[in-house]
């Protein structure tokens, strides 16, 4: 079966640092891979999605990238945090034979300080 | 482009109450529909889906939805809620290789 992997579970870091959160996912090849973040009563706001590797599309203009370095790993960085980045960060993937069902990770409660 | 909308941001109701959440999109012809579920402390996970066929969807743990083109709906529905179904509910639809969201809805139930 699959599974989707994200850590850190929780991270606390300083203005201006930087960010890398993983996101992987086992039991599947070529999955559609998304990096979401989720705010309270805004619902869940797509960054990020992947086709597949180095095809990442990005869904607003922020201070984040992503990479996807192998097919099932997907990563979510920062060069310099800002207050703003702070937030619940949620990883999900899809396959072709799910067609557009995505299956979420545990996310990455980020806060930056 | 496609846009979801969750009329109620808060709904709470008493054990055994009848539930019935709003789903409106914006855009009509073939849609591919999704409600997902967030139990505190849980992760986010798929509560029931609409692809084609029955406008009916049966989902898990009793919930429903119905599927109504010209009203652009998809209400999640529940006959008699527990208090176990307190979670944030979101509802979805395809467009592309993305899934739209709506703004989510925290049901609480009051024992």
């Known amino acids: 079966s699959q599974t989707i992997h994200q850590w850190p579970a929780t991270l606390v870091q300083p203005v201006g640092s930087p960010l890398s959160l993983e996101c992987t996912v086992e039991?599947?090849?070529?999955?559609?891979l998304y990096w979401y973040r989720q705010a309270a009563g805004r619902g869940l706001q797509l960054l990020f999605y992947?086709?597949?590797?180095?095809?990442i599309s990005s869904e607003v203009p922020q201070n984040l990238s992503a990479s996807r370095p192998q097919d099932r790993q997907f990563i979510l960085s920062s060069k310099k945090l800002l207050l703003s980045d702070s937030g619940f960060y949620l990883c999900?993937?899809?396959?072709?034979?799910?067609?557009?069902?995505?299956?979420f990770g545990p996310g990455t409660r980020l806060t930056v300080l | 482009a496609q846009s979801v909308s969750q009329h109620n941001h808060h709904v709470i109701l008493s054990e055994a109450a009848s539930l019935e959440l709003g789903c409106n999109y914006s855009?009509?012809?073939?849609?591919?529909l999704f409600w997902y579920v967030q139990y505190p402390g849980q992760h986010l996970q798929l509560l029931l889906k609409?692809?084609?066929?029955d406008p009916l969807v049966k989902g898990i743990k009793g919930f429903e939805a119905e599927f109504i083109k010209s009203k652009f709906s998809f209400n999640l529905r529940k006959p008699s809620v527990q208090w176990s179904d307190t979670a944030e509910y979101f509802c979805?639809?395809?467009?592309?290789?993305?899934?739209?969201w709506g703004a989510g809805t925290k049901l609480i139930i009051k024992p």
């Open positions: 999900a993937w899809s396959g072709v034979g799910t067609i557009y069902e995505q299956f």
């Open positions: 039991g599947t090849s070529n999955p559609n």
């Open positions: 992947s086709i597949g590797i180095d095809q």
């Open positions: 855009y009509g012809g073939t849609v591919n």
């Open positions: 609409y692809f084609s066929g």
């Open positions: 979805a639809v395809r467009s592309n290789y993305q899934l739209i």
